[in-house]
């Protein structure tokens, strides 16, 4: 029986524990289990999270073990090398889907029933190796994707054109990682067509400032990594939002990693895609309309992910 109230992070390092605080302060949930190889360290986050509970909302915040994630409604999967200064997100591979699969085994033998959400990077395709080496249905098997580097195009957007982040529409999808791209065909300030809105503000430049946004959207991750040495309280806000869909059931459309199925006649691998995210997980996975150019990058950066999917074999 699965507790909707219920979820379990596993990996204790500083995205995971991010992730659990901004989960702790939305109050999604009234139980949330933590998980990592370093129990201690597990115990250590439980203590400091549950210290705040008196000034957010009523839950049992705890370290655990995997048998307490049979009930779980949402497996956040944050386990996983750090990418460091000078490394790419598809460098982790190797290491990274190693430990996924001595985690997979754990929640499959306890017949896991819940909606597995990979953060781990890269997270394409580990998303994509973990769908299919859990069994899970395709619908519970989701990546946190491009929802922060859709936040991050979003927010510099907003500060470039002087608007509320919030009223700025527009996505980035593909690979989360050196080859996504930014859709600035369908793009909108509030149902006003980018182009237009640009006009409107008398900015002559358009295309320069665009693609300065798009690498600085691109290249954050690195930024961050050589000013801190990692990132974590975007992607934590962003898989807050993720479970919040999920939780409320909202039928939101968030760019998550999903496995596809022909959508942009590509199938065999995991891509961020404006998906259709409630209860079940994902609901639709929807084909946006893609100029000629964004159709192209969008197929070479499924072919570079391909590449790599083949070369783990999976």
Known sequence: MVNVRKA?????????????FSLMQRGLYSELVLIDANRE????????LSHGLPYAASMKIYAGTYDDVADCAMVILTAGANQKPGETRLDLIGKNVAILKSILPELTSRNFQGILLVVANPVDVLTYAAWKLSGLPANRVIGSGTVLDTARLKYL????????SRNVHAAVIGEHGDSELAVWSSANISSIDLDQFCRLKGIENRKELLDKIYHEVRDSAYEIIQRKGATYYGIAMAVARIAECIVKNEHAMLPVSVPLSGQY??????????????????EQVLEIPLDRDEHQALLASAAQLKEVITSIGL
């Open 157 to 164: 957007l907003s500060q470039e054109l002087g608007v509320d």
């Open 265 to 282: 006649g590509l199938e065999g691998l995991c891509l961020s895609i404006p998906s259709i995210v409630g209860k079940d997980g994902v």
């Open 8 to 20: 379990a992070v596993i990996g204790c390092g500083f995205v995971g524990a991010s992730i659990a």
């Open 41 to 48: 360290k597990a115990e250590g986050e439980a203590m400091d």
